[in-house]
């Protein structure tokens, strides 16, 4: 096979039997597809023709260039599982990823915002005009929820029930009701009755949110409204939307909230991947006692 018949078909294998999802489907491709072009740009042959030292040498070149443990770890398991397939279907006698042995990434804690960096994120759209009252009921919404990004721009104007101060969130095999604090509400509230409409490119149009043209919001859209805003209110951190699902959980745990209450909001489907946010509360009560505390 030559290497694009190569990724077509591991492509189909990866979408119609893997089920694998959306963003974990663009990953894969995007890390054979730079091994490919860096087979191609070394003379090393294709995809089938590449030995062990070759892969070898490519995630010495990854490091070499800078690229982080968590980025290298994740093109060893991208290598890993199409040269699997590769055996599978009969295209390579051996599988030459034996070398290839991920490094344990550091446990970095996820950054959040104070409460009062909250405030002030969410105080940056302006509602004066309708990009402003839609940024802010998506900054509200993901907030008031922690839902991912993916989630958020995937919600379609059916999934929010104000009467019941509610929205429907479709995540990863699971489907899971998360309330609204008043303001996020007033929010959608109004940019659902009086805003959307006049967004919207066809009355047909299901998106709870859309971009300038009338279509449904993006995530780099969102991305980048993210960061417009960060920069507005002048904080220092690296916010991302994931940011503000942290924050969410983080805020909750603080606030008397309950690690399982927390789980089934977040959509985790193990309470060990909600269970850092009380490492986050943990460390930050450690710091307060540290600056705080005349012997410390």
Sequence with gaps: MTNQECLEKYELYLTDVKKTAQNTLSSYMRDI????AYLDQNSL????????DSLY????????????VATV???????????AWLKQNGEIDEVPTGRLVPEKASHKLPEILTAREVELL????????RKGYRDRAMLELLYATGIRVTELISLDVTDVNLSAGIITCRGRDKVRSIPLYPAALKALKDYIEFIRPDMIAAPSERSLFVNISGERMSRQGFWKIVKSYQQKAGIEKDITPHTLRH????HLLENGADLRSIQEMLGHADISSTQIYSQLVKKQLKDVYNKAHPRA
């Design 33 to 36: 597809r730079q091994f490919g």
């Design 45 to 52: 042959g294709g995809y089938t023709e590449a030995d062990e």
């Design 57 to 68: 040498e490519y995630i010495e070149h990854l490091r070499g260039i800078g690229k982080s």
């Design 73 to 83: 770890s994740r093109n060893i398991a991208s290598l890993k599982n199409f040269y």
């Design 122 to 129: 969410l105080e940056q759209p302006e509602c004066t005009d």
């Design 247 to 250: 924050s969410f959980a983080t």
